[in-house]
């Protein structure tokens, strides 16, 4: 794929407790987030293209430096 990823739950069976750590990223586009809990430590997504991350209303992202 030419995305950075994708992390999407459904309304009934959210992605819950995910966390991401020392990743870094390089792709076409960035990573797309919705229904999900995500903690993210030391994260870089770089995209060609666009946005590095798309979060949905319905995602809680928590990103640490």
């Known amino acids: 794929s030419d995305s ?4 999407v739950g459904l309304p009934e069976s959210p992605v819950l407790g995910l966390s991401m750590k020392n990743v870094h990223i390089e792709a076409k586009t960035g990573i797309s987030i919705a229904y999900a809990t995500v903690a993210m430590d030391d994260v870089v997504v770089t995209p060609a293209t666009g946005d590095a991350m798309k979060i949905a209303p319905t995602a809680k992202v928590t990103i640490k430096k």
């Open 4 to 7: 950075a990823g994708t992390i």
